[in-house]
């Protein structure tokens, strides 16, 4: 509806403003410009309340971009971490599996090395085996050589020597040499001889019965008749707690010089039948046995030409006749080496 202004109003050209004129219209022009004063402050408070809200609102979002952001920052350190962690464990995974695989590829080379190694070593012993068997037979040809060509009689004959040779030379080391301490001298005289009956020598002086023993074996398989007494003298005049130190060490000296004049016979039959070859082997032998014989016996070889016999063997010269029930077993040997006794 139209406003009633019962006030006249007055232009002014100057401002180009209409206003009131008069009490009423001051009246009205002061309730304007309040109003307008109070519009303008509304105006300001609304701006200012749109700014600050604009303020608060760009705040607001800058504040929730600053989160986003630090979210994004904070999901991709996140994402960088899982990832280097898991690149750490794969090249760690794959370094395991390299050093394994490389470990298992030497062992596999060291069982392989050792393998051919071994095949080469086993070919190489093979070899030496082989030529070791190839000279070892060569040798024992050649050593045979000398006599493989001769009668099977005289191959006996020395077959035979040499083992009685090699029984007393068993009987001299055990009995003069290993136990000279317990097999000789006053004590097997009375102790010993005692001990012996009882069935309790010493180890030592079992060792020297065991090799009188068969020594008086072989002499009894090498005997013809009366085999079983050339056994029993033999062995009681090697029995160390039968006789005395000195007379053990006199008969154990005279059957080795027995048996060595009797390989000596033989090398002698060769000799004169004009087989040098096969005496100059069988003289090498010879003279091992005889230093033996020295060596144990602490005596010195002289030949049967030449020995004279020692006191020791003229005072048990009785003994051993007064043993013998039969002449010298070592008279007569036949071809097959095979003792007769008279």
């Known amino acids: 509806m139209a406003y009633y202004n019962p006030q006249r109003v007055d232009f002014r050209p100057d401002s180009g403003v209409i206003g009131a004129s008069g009490a009423l ?32 609102n760009n705040a607001a979002e800058q504040l929730a971009s600053n989160n986003a952001w630090r979210d994004i920052q904070k999901a991709n350190a996140d994402r960088e971490y899982e990832f280097s962690v898991n690149k750490f464990n794969a090249d760690n995974d794959f370094r395991n599996r390299q050093l394994a695989e490389q470990i298992a590829l030497k062992k596999e080379q060291q069982a392989f090395n050792n393998f051919y190694k071994n095949q080469i070593l086993a070919q190489k012993q093979e070899a030496i085996n082989e030529k070791k068997a190839i000279q070892e037979a060569k040798a ?62 010493s180890a030592g002086n079992a060792d020297v019965m065991a090799r009188v023993k068969a020594y008086g074996d072989t002499i009894r398989e090498q005997t013809k008749g009366g085999g079983n007494v050339a056994k029993y003298n033999a062995e009681e005049k090697l029995n160390p707690f039968r006789v005395s130190g000195d007379v053990l060490n006199a008969n154990i000296s005279g059957e080795y010089l027995r048996n060595i004049e009797n390989f000596n016979n033989i090398i002698t039959t060769l000799s004169k039948q004009g087989n040098y070859k096969a005496a100059n082997h069988l003289q090498k032998q010879l003279d091992t046995y005889i230093k033996g014989y020295e060596t144990t016996t602490g005596r010195k070889y002289k030949s049967k030409d030449e020995a004279v016999k020692s006191e020791a063997e003229r005072v048990n010269e009785k003994f051993n006749q007064k043993l013998k029930s039969a002449s010298d077993p070592y008279d007569q040997i036949d071809e097959n080496g095979v003792i007769y006794l008279n």
């Open 25 to 56: 219209g001051g009246a009205l022009w002061d309730i304007y410009k309040t109003n307008v004063s109070k519009n303008q402050a509304m105006a300001n408070l609304g701006e200012t309340k749109r700014h600050n809200e604009a303020v608060e």
């Open 140 to 201: 024992k040809e050649e050593e045979l050589g000398p006599l493989k060509n001769l009668p099977v009689g005289t191959l006996n004959k020395i077959n035979s020597a040499t083992t009685l040779l090699d029984g007393i030379n068993g009987v001299a080391n055990e009995a003069l040499v290993n136990n000279k301490d317990n097999t000789t001298g006053v004590y097997d005289a009375l102790m010993g001889a005692a001990a012996y009956n009882l069935g309790i020598p």
